[in-house]
T-cell receptor, first 119, second 112 residues
Framework: GAVVSQHPSRVICKSGTSVKIECRSLDFQATTMFWYRQFPKQSLMLMATSNEGSKATYEQGVEKDKFLINHASLTLSTLTVTSAHPEDSSFYIC???????????????FGPGTRLTVL | GEDVEQSLFLSVREGDSSVINCTYTDSSSTYLYWYKQEPGAGLQLLTYIFSNMDMKQDQRLTVLLNKKDKHLSLRIADTQTGDSAIYFCAESSPYNTDKLIFGTGTRLQVFP
């Protein structure tokens, strides 16, 4: 099946620093990737939708200057948390949509997530 | 508004059936989904149902949709220890089918 990886799986950083999280589709091309945020015991919240070669579309309430998204190729999207603060600590999950794979046409394939802790 | 709710925890004995429930608020959703999340792994799509269907069965999984009550359920027959995971229901936003609105997840624990 389609595999999506994320790197790193876990990161701890100091307040004020920036952290980059990578999301890769390993065996398919993803024209669209999605970034979610999950708080403990809460649902996944969509942060932004990223299309290859164009600017990401952010959900209401998500600061685009805070969460920089780059989708430079059909297999890689990155999320950079700039000037991170403790309230940015969360579980960040990406997904990728493969429009031509067999199965459900609109299926999103999810990465395993990245746990960010800001001290 | 868009809101999806699930109970947080379910415990069942191996071999019994599990029923995980979900309520949603937007009756315009086109698709409703069930995802499984295991530790260290990404969410896996288990099954989905189109909004004009009442029921869908796929091997041990049965999805029931009650549009009138905006209630979705997932029944797992002959539950196994390998079914222990967090199960999320989700609906697609009628305004943007790319946008999935997830429930809080139900942690299913299967004991021998």
């Amino acid at each position: 099946g389609a595999v999506v990886s994320q790197h790193p799986s876990r990161v701890i950083c100091k307040s004020g620093t920036s952290v980059k999280i990578e999301c890769r589709s390993l065996d398919f091309q993803a024209t669209t990737m999605f970034w979610y945020r999950q708080f403990p015991k809460q649902s996944l919240m969509l942060m932004a939708t990223s299309n290859e070669g164009s600017k990401a579309t952010y959900e209401q309430g998500v600061e685009k200057d805070k969460f920089l998204i780059n989708h430079a190729s059909l297999t890689l999207s990155t999320l950079t948390v700039t000037s991170a603060h403790p309230e940015d600590s969360s579980f960040y999950i990406c997904s990728a949509r493969a429009e031509r794979l067999a199965g459900f046409y609109n299926e999103q394939f999810f990465g395993p997530g990245t746990r960010l802790t800001v001290l | 508004g868009e809101d999806v709710e699930q109970s947080l925890f379910l415990s069942v004995r191996e071999g019994d059936s599990s029923v995980i429930n979900c309520t949603y608020t937007d009756s315009s959703s086109t698709y409703l989904y069930w995802y499984k999340q295991e530790p260290g792994a990404g969410l896996q799509l288990l099954t989905y149902i189109f909004s004009n269907m009442d029921m869908k069965q796929d091997q041990r999984l049965t999805v029931l949709l009650n549009k009138k009550d905006k209630h979705l359920s997932l029944r797992i027959a002959d539950t196994q220890t390998g079914d222990s995971a967090i199960y999320f229901c989700a609906e697609s936003s009628p305004y943007n089918t790319d946008k999935l609105i997830f429930g809080t997840g139900t942690r299913l624990q299967v004991f021998p």
